[in-house]
């Protein structure tokens, strides 16, 4: 008789207890139990040292986790609210890609027309707006203004353009990607300028109130080879000097911001360290007196420069796209995903970072499921200690004065670029390896595609830069 023939329900005592719960024979067995079953199967090897690992630096990772690790209240994330149309899928984000000044109004509507459906727009302020955006209809889109210099010009110009159209002012979506500190690390002028220029701008955007006029960037540290935690630590540390400058009101300034946050190798610490992002932030609001729930801030998230390396194009791509699905696990609303040297870029480089978001939707479903990571003792307990780092973090940052006093002692600039030199060291010895860089470099014909951009950093400044820089001068070079 056939397995395909057979009647389950004409021999019921084939499969017997088809609901019993067998697990109730087995005795539970501990976390420890576990632990000391792997100490004897390592048969004198240290535990530790031969099965645990370090994140960033800080934080043990153990090799399993059990239900011991996780808080005592843990829930699914929400990172957005339920879409008002009816039929959207339970997570939606927006597939950003960049606009540059010399683009034509074709190039953009093509994009537009082939999976993006949020632009970052790259403008000095004097820019022709009514030619570059030619049949660009803001109401369906976002739109975030990444100012090359003053802010104030870029943002005017831009409502002015959205008000020309016609848009109600409520459907203008995005935001500005600037914070105060920008006046410090690119302009090299006190903190206090960033303030007064910050007060403009939010005044400016009152008229559209979901555009964030303010954006927590920290990118402007991970990207220069800080701590991507600390980097967190440092934007909320600018956010507690902004509130407590008194110049804007502290309902307003967090209805005003925006939460930026550059991905990337660790896959599921990006992703615990998204999340931890929105409840620290949701935290923070609290101790003001706001009460803001986590999904309703916005986070955009680009993918990282400081993984990626001139020396191998495909590993790239292959990069690019697990640090976007962490940006999507981790909550990311909108996915910026940035080819390495994006200016620079051909158009299958760009098309492919555009489909990358596509292929997380159609054909990987992550869209389908607000939080596929819920319920992951792995991910929850590591979304729980990030909050603890960043709590305490900020503790100290405010014992030492608050972030604009260890800025102006140097701190900040000492921390990010001793971090970097010992990395790109590391990396350049051998101590990590890269694919497709120091361990199985690609063939010759692949470095020739991209030529190599010479880092130069003022006193003041941050600037990106690649972990794989030193290897790349040395290669290139010979």
Do not use: C
């Amino acid at each position: 008789m056939g397995i395909a023939n057979f009647d389950w329900l004409a021999y019921p005592s084939y499969y017997p207890n088809m609901t019993q719960n067998l697990f109730s024979e087995f005795a539970p067995t501990s976390k420890s139990d576990w632990i000391q079953q792997a100490i004897k199967d390592l048969k004198g090897r240290d535990f530790d040292q031969t099965l645990t690992s370090t994140l960033w630096e800080k934080i043990t990772l153990q090799p399993f986790y059990t239900s011991e690790d996780i808080p005592e209240k843990v829930s699914s994330k929400i990172f957005h609210p339920e879409s008002e149309i009816l039929g959207m899928s339970a997570r939606n984000w927006s597939n950003a890609v960049s606009v540059y000044p010399d683009f034509s109004s074709s190039q953009i509507l093509e994009v537009l027309q082939h999976g993006a459906d949020a632009l970052v727009l790259h403008l000095h302020g004097f820019e022709d707006l009514t030619q570059l955006l030619a049949g660009v209809i803001p109401e369906y889109i976002s739109i975030f203004i990444r100012p090359i210099g003053n802010p104030i010009p870029a943002l005017k110009q831009f409502f002015d353009w959205a008000d020309q159209t016609g848009t109600d002012p409520e459907k203008i979506k995005g935001g500005l990607l600037w914070a105060p500190s920008d006046v410090v690390f690119d302009w090299n002028e006190p903190f206090g300028l960033g303030l007064e220029v910050l007060e403009e701008l939010i005044e400016m955007s009152e008229p559209y109130p979901n555009f964030k006029p303010l954006t927590l960037k920290t990118s402007r540290y991970s990207e220069a080879g800080g701590d991507p935690v600390q980097a967190i630590v440092w934007s909320m540390g600018e956010l507690i000097e902004i509130l407590d400058s008194e110049q804007v009101s502290v309902d307003r300034l967090f209805q005003s911001i925006l939460l930026e946050a550059s991905i990337g190798e660790s896959h599921f610490g990006e992703i615990a360290r998204l999340r931890a992002f929105r409840e620290a932030m949701s935290r923070l609001a609290a101790t003001y007196d706001v009460q803001i729930p986590e999904e309703k801030w916005e986070l955009i998230a680009q993918t990282a420069q400081w993984s990626k390396s001139v020396l191998d194009v495909h590993t790239n791509l292959i990069r690019q796209t697990y640090e976007a699905m962490a940006g999507v696990l981790g909550g990311a609303n909108h996915l910026w995903l940035r080819p390495i040297l994006e200016e620079d870029a051909g158009e299958l480089e760009q098309r492919i970072a555009r489909n990358v978001s596509t292929i997380l939707k159609e054909e990987s479903y992550l869209d389908k499921i607000m939080d596929p990571t819920a319920g992951s003792f792995y991910i929850d307990s590591l979304t729980s200690t990030l909050v603890d780092i960043l709590k305490k973090g900020l503790k100290d940052l405010v014992g030492m004065g608050g972030w604009q006093s260890i800025l102006e002692k140097g701190s900040i600039h000492e921390s990010v670029r001793s971090r970097r030199q010992a990395i790109q060291q590391a990396y350049f010895d051998g101590d990590f390896s890269k694919i497709g860089v120091n361990k199985y470099p690609a063939l010759p014909v692949l470095q020739k595609n991209y030529s190599l951009d010479y880092f130069e950093e003022k006193s003041n400044e941050l600037n990106p830069t690649r972990a794989s820089y030193l290897v790349e001068l040395k290669t290139l070079e010979q």
